[in-house]
């Protein structure tokens, strides 16, 4: 019991220390964002949200499209994204997350991107043309050298395909359509979850602190709302978590829409990721544990070996 009492109360004056490690894993619910427009700018996720940063449209439509990113990638602590450069081929870039600003990393080959995206173990492309087959290839950020891995499984580009930027797990997902699918990073192959219950193939996917995040919007019509969703990602369901309108239209500026892709703010560092919550917890547990075992355990040695005084009972005098 008098461990127990001591392991309590130093718990108890530790718990500060364990709040501010639980405060420091919880999700900041605003990020960086794009749009179809490529406006860059960060959005309130829980709200809808969007503020411009910075505003990159080109005015000629052919040069539009080379310079629209095929995905963000977080990796070491950088940001990255995949373009044809002005030459018409592939490009790996980095990216300035405080101002949407890109530098040059090295040209890729060029196998049609259809898809670009990360976890915590690299940069990953989805290539193929249509009809297929798709393949995963992981892409190295300083040559910007693409490895094909293995096939997807996807053969159908009439419909779209988004690869998540994941932040903080190895676990990489796809949604093709309104499905949602997990790929192995070691093999290629996509294994189908669920479908999403959105209209067709949900964007922005960033999977960050056990969340997976998307938006969908009807591009056709003036002043198109988009939807900001959570994605279920035992059953692949999504839920509505907020709604908002950049408008008038996803062909002026500014705020066009819909919100293509989702990038974590901050970017998460390349340093070595402190312990969760709960490995803390554990860790001070038994440090609290150990220092109070120290005082019992020297006690009970020294009254065992003879170098602690024996409590004994006062004689009873004797009567004459």
Request: with cysteine; hydrophobic share 50%; glycine share 4%.
């Given at each position: 019991?008098?461990?127990?009492?001591?392991?309590?109360?130093?718990?108890?004056?530790?718990?500060?220390?364990?709040?501010?490690?639980?405060?420091?894993?919880?999700?900041?619910?605003?990020?960086?964002?794009?749009?179809?427009?490529?406006?860059?700018?960060?959005?309130?996720?829980?709200?809808g949200t969007f503020h411009l940063i910075r505003t990159t449209p080109s005015l000629d439509g052919y040069q539009f499209q080379l310079n629209f990113p095929a995905g963000y990638g977080v990796f070491n602590g950088n940001l990255y994204d995949m373009h044809f450069d002005a030459a018409g081929k592939n490009a790996l870039y980095q990216v300035n997350p405080a101002t949407g600003g890109e530098t040059f990393v090295a040209e890729s080959p060029n196998d049609p991107i259809q898809g670009f995206g990360s976890t915590a173990k690299g940069l990953y492309a989805v290539t193929g043309v249509n009809g297929g087959p798709f393949y995963l290839n992981s892409v190295d950020p300083v040559t910007g050298a693409i490895t094909q891995i293995g096939a997807t499984g996807f053969t159908n580009t009439s419909v779209s395909l988004d690869v998540s930027s994941i932040s903080d797990t190895g676990v990489l997902y796809a949604a093709s359509g309104p499905n949602l699918y997990s790929i192995d990073t070691g093999t290629g192959a996509a294994t189908l979850i669920g479908g999403t219950g959105t209209p067709d193939t949900p964007f922005s996917m960033l999977f960050e602190n056990g969340t997976l995040y998307a938006s969908y919007a009807d591009q056709g019509g003036p002043d198109p709302p988009y939807t900001i969703y959570t994605i279920n990602t035992a059953t692949g369901l999504a839920t509505v978590l907020s709604t908002g309108v950049e408008g008038p239209s996803a062909l002026t500026s500014?705020?066009?829409?819909?919100?293509?892709?989702?990038?974590?703010?901050?970017?998460?560092?390349?340093?070595?990721?402190?312990?969760?919550?709960?490995?803390?917890?554990?860790?001070?547990?038994?440090?609290?544990?150990?220092?109070?075992?120290?005082?019992?355990?020297?006690?009970?040695t020294m009254r065992t070996s003879g170098f602690a005084p024996e409590t004994t009972r006062p004689s009873t005098p004797k009567l004459s």
């Open positions: 019991m008098r461990i127990l009492r001591c392991a309590f109360g130093c718990l108890a004056a530790l718990f500060p220390i364990i709040a501010v490690f639980s405060a420091n894993a919880t999700a900041d619910t605003v990020v960086y964002a794009e749009t179809a427009a490529e406006e860059w700018g960060t959005v309130d996720l829980n709200t500014p705020y066009a829409t819909p919100l293509d892709y989702f990038v974590p703010d901050p970017i998460p560092p390349a340093a070595v990721p402190e312990p969760s919550s709960v490995a803390m917890v554990g860790f001070l547990i038994m440090l609290c544990a150990l220092k109070c075992r120290h005082r019992p355990f020297l006690s009970q």
